[in-house]
Structure formats: structure tokens, C-alpha cells
């Protein structure tokens, strides 16, 4: 069974930065994508960023620039620094893996606040 444990969010003011950590454990295909997703309070879960093991990262336009994702194969773990943030980040952010199969992983999420 797999599993994803989301780490680092919290309470930042406007402008700063937060680093955050999902790491993933259980039987994980070499082959795979994982990433960030948010949801904020009355809005649909949006993409972040999605860093497969290969191929091209996927970055929301709000978020270019100002996110970078990173993942260590190695240790099935993948990060997101998120610099020069916006009260409009805040959300939920969830970790997700995605397999070759098509199935489907999420963490349980960090809460980002982002004050203005």
C-alpha cells in the first residue's frame, strides 16, 4: 500500500516563502508522477506542479516563476518551494502520486495561510 505524508505548511505573511515536503512510501513503480495540488475554501482542487520521473514538469500560470518543484527518485520524495506568495496561494495542498496504471495516491494535505 502506498502512502504520502505532506510536511512545511503554515502561516506566512505576503511575500514570503515556505517550503514544502511529501514523502512517499510503500511499492512505488519507477515510473510514475508526483505533485502538488491546492484547494481553497469554495474552489475546485487545482494543479500546482506535476514532476513525472521523466518527460516535461506541468506548472500552473499562477504559480510560474514564483514555485519550483523538485523530487529525489531515490528517496520517492518531492518538494515545493514557493517563494514571493500571494494571499490568493492559501489553500490546502495535497500530494499526489500518479502510476503508469493510471491509479491514482493523495496525501492528506498542509494547510498554507498566506496574510496580507
Known amino acids: 500500500q502506498v502512502q504520502l505524508v505532506e510536511s512545511g505548511g503554515g502561516l506566512v505573511q505576503a511575500g514570503g516563502s515556505l517550503r514544502l515536503s511529501c514523502s512517499a512510501s510503500g511499492s512505488i513503480p519507477k515510473t510514475n508522477a508526483m505533485g502538488w495540488y491546492r484547494q481553497a475554501p469554495g474552489k475546485q482542487r487545482e494543479l500546482v506542479a506535476l514532476?513525472?520521473?521523466?518527460?516535461?514538469?506541468d506548472y500552473a500560470d499562477s504559480v510560474k516563476g514564483r514555485i519550483t518543484i523538485s523530487r529525489d527518485n531515490a528517496k520517492n520524495s518531492v518538494q515545493l518551494q514557493m517563494n514571493s506568495l500571494k494571499p490568493e496561494d492559501t489553500g490546502v495542498y495535497y500530494c499526489k502520486l500518479i502510476v503508469l496504471s493510471g491509479r491514482e495516491y493523495w496525501g492528506k494535505g498542509t494547510l498554507v495561510t498566506v496574510s496580507s
Open positions: 514532476m513525472p520521473s521523466g518527460g516535461t514538469t
